[in-house]
């Protein structure tokens, strides 16, 4: 009998819905907030963080929450922007992302703006510098004469000089960058509204910590490289630190996005089975399918947004990683030397790089998808009405039929499947380059043969 009873409560409360000039008829529109026309944003701000603290199903916000809610309402501030805002003004300063904080609180990208006049300023005297060096590495490659593993060593030097293109690669994709920004506003206000809190990534501090110490290790590791490779020339690797920095902000990027995509996506589970634990009303799971594709759209968008810059990276480090290990195992010979301590620190952070960016968009793929999948099956429907386990059916089909796979503009995924390739394809052209040094015979060994040759 109250099981009964409890059944049919579900059921009023399902038919408390909101009215119809506030609802959307489509799950991608972007929310309006609310807003009464008499009250200042501050006080529809702590009005606001009232209301969702007594909304079912949730335990009471602590007051460490209530003020996150009213600053983040009446402040408009995203707290996933927030949270990456270190990684952001890093690039902004190396002159990759030239973004715009308006004054409405969005992100915009403006061409004739301060911080894209600074970008290109940066990037022009970057590019006078490199064009110097560049050639004076030419010129060295040129006038080289040695073995051929010591000529593929000296191309690697021209070779780290490349991810200068990715500073107009990332201007051509900042609208797409800047309007997946804005994507995680929309997505925190309807969270917001429908869990009742505000979205806590707790992402700052790991945000500082990359943006602090990336410079530091790339500058250390450029300058090992260089002590120990060629001769040391202060001037010229202040270039190569900023190159390697550039690239490995990039990949800190990636890593503040896809732990951002992770965990929301553990949050948005957890969040969902609290609620249903106390309400199973029809409204109440399809606001948090709304929520799900929501969170499904920005995985995809993601990786779309910055396609050909990281399909530009992963090709580079494919590229720096076969140079390097190859350089170590043709000196195996020799036995190693204190050059092979630069070849093995560029091959070690390469392959963490490239690794990093395909364990982080796997893992995010899962929780986002996968994950997710789970709590859906693990929910009891036989205590709900007939309309909420039709949204849970259709909830499970979204996610069935929405791919959250993080995908570089159609040109592949990017998961740990993509490492494993590379890597095989990479051990393919390692056997082929160790082949052909083989069949090159040493010097001393050409000149013997040519007086044995000469005298008989």
């Given amino acids: ?235 010229q690797v202040i270039p190569y630190c900023v190159l390697d920095t550039i690239t490995y902000m990039m990949g800190g990027y990636w890593y503040l996005a896809c732990e951002t995509l992770s965990i929301t996506a553990k949050i948005l589970a957890e969040d969902f089975q609290r609620a249903l634990r106390h309400v199973g009303p029809a409204a109440k799971v399809s606001e948090y399918r709304s929520l799900w594709l929501r969170l499904s759209k920005l995985a995809r968008d993601t990786g779309f947004s910055t396609c050909y810059t990281f399909t530009f990276i992963c090709l580079y480090l494919f590229f720096i990683i076969t140079l390097s290990i190859y350089g170590l195992m043709s000196q195996i010979s020799d036995g190693f030397g204190v050059k092979d301590i630069g070849l093995a620190v560029t091959a070690f952070c390469s392959v963490g790089l490239l690794f990093y960016i395909c364990d982080e968009a796997h893992y995010a793929s899962f929780n986002v998808r996968t994950n997710f999948q789970k709590k859906l099956l693990m929910v009891e429907l036989s205590w709900m009405n007939t309309d909420a386990q039709t949204e849970i059916n259709m909830f499970l089909r979204a996610t069935e039929m929405n791919p959250s796979s993080i995908n570089l503009g159609g040109f592949f995924d990017v998961n740990r499947t993509l490492f494993k390739s590379l890597l095989a394809t990479m051990v393919t052209y390692l056997v082929v380059l160790l082949q052909f040094q083989i069949s090159i015979p040493d010097e001393p060994s050409a000149m013997l043969m040519h007086g044995n040759t000469s005298h008989s």
């Avoid at 991810?163 to 800047?178: A, D, F, G, N």
């Avoid at 929309?186 to 707790?202: H, M």
């Avoid at 943006?211 to 590791?221: H, Q, R, T």
Wanted: hydrophobic residues 45%; proline residues 5%.
């Fill in 1 to 235: 009998m109250s099981r009964i009873f409890h059944t049919e409560t579900m059921r009023f409360e399902g038919t408390l819905h909101e009215p119809k000039r506030n609802r959307n008829v489509f799950l991608d529109v972007k929310p309006i907030a609310e807003d009464n026309g008499a009250q200042d944003s501050r006080e529809q701000g702590r009005r606001n963080a009232t209301v969702f603290n007594n909304r079912v199903g949730f335990p009471p916000l602590t007051p460490k929450e209530a003020f996150v809610n009213t600053a983040a309402t009446a402040n408009q501030t995203s707290m996933v922007f927030e949270s990456s805002k270190p990684i952001y003004l890093v690039l902004r300063a190396i002159g990759v992302f030239p973004y715009t904080r308006l004054a409405s609180g969005e992100t915009a990208f403006v061409l004739a703006s301060p911080s894209m006049v600074y970008c290109v300023m940066f990037f022009l005297l970057l590019t006078v510098y490199i064009a110097f060096i560049l050639l004076n590495r030419i010129e060295i490659v040129r006038t080289l004469e040695g073995r051929f593993e010591e000529s593929v060593i000296a191309y690697l030097f021209i070779v780290n000089i490349l991810p200068i293109l990715i500073i107009p690669l990332m201007w051509y994709e900042s609208r797409k960058v800047v309007s997946v920004v804005n994507g995680w506003v929309d997505f925190e206000t309807v969270y917001r509204k429908t869990s009742g809190r505000a979205l806590e990534l707790k992402l700052r501090t790991k945000a500082q910590v990359v943006a602090i110490l990336l410079p530091i290790l790339c500058s250390l590791s450029v300058a090992i490289t260089h002590v120990t490779m060629v001769d040391f020339k202060l001037l």
